[in-house]
């Protein structure tokens, strides 16, 4: 069966850089896109990016482009999406979920609430 | 603002029928990029309940179903149960923005 399990809650203040992790079982990591979806409070679904991660190679969301960064390592089948600099309006639940040739996305991540407040 | 447009809610009684639409244009759904449907209890991680705009996974009751024409598509629940009140996203690929889009969301809400 496959799982993906994310990394717990983090609470950062403003300016200080951040990475969430997400660990995945049950499949074959290398070679299915794994996606970023953001859900800010009270509001709903953002695709943010997708990676590949047999070869990192990796696309963004032109609203999330050089924002984060997403990045996955196939010896321990863990994707990871990453804040330099965190901002107030990052406050967010983060889910991972993979991606299926037709496009759809199953299954998802528990969500990693990131909460930024000075 | 969405790519993909939802209402923003919908309500039924139990036992009936609702539906969901989602317009989208002519660089996504029109472009002819399968449609997929989440649901998504408030709290909890979203579920997908259709794929490739009428086909539904294992588990997933019969009385949803859903289709995609044209420009849009939709999401119907017949035999309304008061399970079914939450939310529900509609999903696809814009090739346009060379990305995947969700619509904005619907709250159903069984009266």
């Known amino acids: 069966e496959v799982h993906l399990v994310q990394s717990g809650a983090e609470v950062k203040k403003p300016g200080e850089s951040l990475r969430i992790s997400c660990k995945a079982s049950?499949?074959?990591?290398?070679?299915?896109?794994i996606a970023w979806v953001r859900q800010m409070p009270g509001r709903g679904l953002e695709w943010m990016g997708i990676?590949?991660?047999?070869?990192?190679?990796?696309r963004y969301s032109p609203s999330f482009q050089g924002q984060v960064t997403i990045s996955a390592d196939t010896s321990i089948t863990t994707a990871y999406l990453q804040w330099s600099s965190l901002k107030a309006s990052d406050t967010a639940i983060y889910y991972c979920?993979?991606?299926?040739?037709?496009?759809?996305?199953?299954?998802w991540g528990q969500g990693t609430l990131v909460t930024v407040s000075s | 603002q969405s790519v993909l447009t939802q209402p923003p809610s919908v309500s039924g009684a139990p036992g009936q029928r609702v539906s969901i639409s989602c317009t989208g244009s002519n660089s996504n759904i029109g472009d002819g990029f399968d449609v997929h449907w989440y649901q998504q209890v408030p709290e909890t991680v979203p579920k997908l309940i259709i794929y490739n705009n009428s086909s539904r996974p294992s588990g997933v009751p019969d009385r949803f179903s859903a289709s995609r024409s044209g420009t849009s598509a939709s999401l119907a629940i017949s035999g309304l149960q008061a399970e079914d009140e939450t939310d529900y996203y509609c999903q696809s690929y814009d090739s346009g923005l060379s990305g995947f889009v969700f619509g904005s969301g619907t709250r159903v809400t069984v009266l």
């Open positions: 990676i590949y991660p047999g070869d990192s190679d990796t």
């Open positions: 979920t993979r991606h299926w040739e037709g496009d759809w996305f199953d299954p």
């Open positions: 049950g499949y074959n990591f290398a070679t299915q896109w």
